[in-house]
């Protein structure tokens, strides 16, 4: 972990025009990204770098240290994690949230959102936007684009139409029926892994959702889960990019368990 | 959900209908049932135009009886399922 050394000591923090510097922690795995964020923060009067972390441990000890304003959070830092968003709510309510993800997804940008995200922006945002982000999100802002408008809206009409009617059935996303397929086959997590071109522990992450979605609670329910609704059906017969391959070619019975 | 399928028993095959399955185990009914602590195997096969795969899937299973039971005319038998695999 890095006190950068431009860090102002608590209680310091520079002010313009009588206006507080809105303090920023860096947490990124990859030092180049910090470096250069850095830089780019470091050219506004506004913006004053506290302190740098490369693991979320080290976040979370940085958070401790010093009063933050906003993070701005490398989204691999969380991949694998149920609990890191509330617990860093949890830990610093004051601090804003920002997720750097390489790539936008629909269910993780809901799920960022819904955990108390205050802006999911892409790894390669121009710095004139990072920018512009931080001081909205620091002014209590949210920073969503269009896309992520949708998303969101689309997952709170979902929720509020399985509160309303209980029996309709929970919508599920491409990947998440990718997957779902991919699992009535018999294949296993890192084969599905492969095939997807994510990770194991992101598939993992999946399967939790989709238990919660049906209330299933295996591999065994789920598949006759989706023996009795139907819902590959439907989503074969659209075929997605997303479902790439057909099963593999020796067919081998795998012992299934979650 | 109710499946017809082919239970292979100690004493051989029997046909029966499942009552409900869930990852514990099985409820189903039948003309005759394996004994209670008896082990039991019987596969569900998915239809690959409901799954929409390019197969036929199934779920093989393997477990043992735990009980009997009378529900109006209906002879059923309880089993808990100890292990399952799914199979394309």
Known sequence: MDFSSNAAPEGMETELDGTPAIRVILADSQAIYRVGMKKVFALEDDIRVVAQAETLTHLYTALQRFPTDVVVLEGQLIAGTVNAIPELVRRAPDAKLIVQVVESDETNTVELYRRGVRGVVPRSISPDLLIKCVRKIADGETWIDNQSISWVIEAYRAQASSLTSPRSQPKLSKKELAIISCITRGMRNKEIAYQIGTTEQVIKNYLRKVYDKLGVSDRLELALYCLHHQILKKYNSEPEDVLLAAPEANGGARTAKV | ?88
Request: with cysteine.
């Open chain 2, 1 to 88: 959900m109710q499946l017809a399928i082919r239970i292979k028993t100690e004493d051989g095959e029997i046909e029966a209908v499942t009552e409900n399955i869930s990852a514990n185990g099985i409820l189903f009914s039948g003309e005759s049932l394996p004994a209670v602590d008896s082990r039991i195997e019987f596969t569900i096969d998915m239809p690959a135009s409901v799954m929409g795969s390019a197969s036929d899937v199934s779920i093989h299973c393997t477990g043992r009886v735990v009980r009997h039971q009378v529900k109006g005319d209906l002879k059923q038998a309880a089993a808990i399922i100890d292990e399952y695999f799914l199979k394309a």
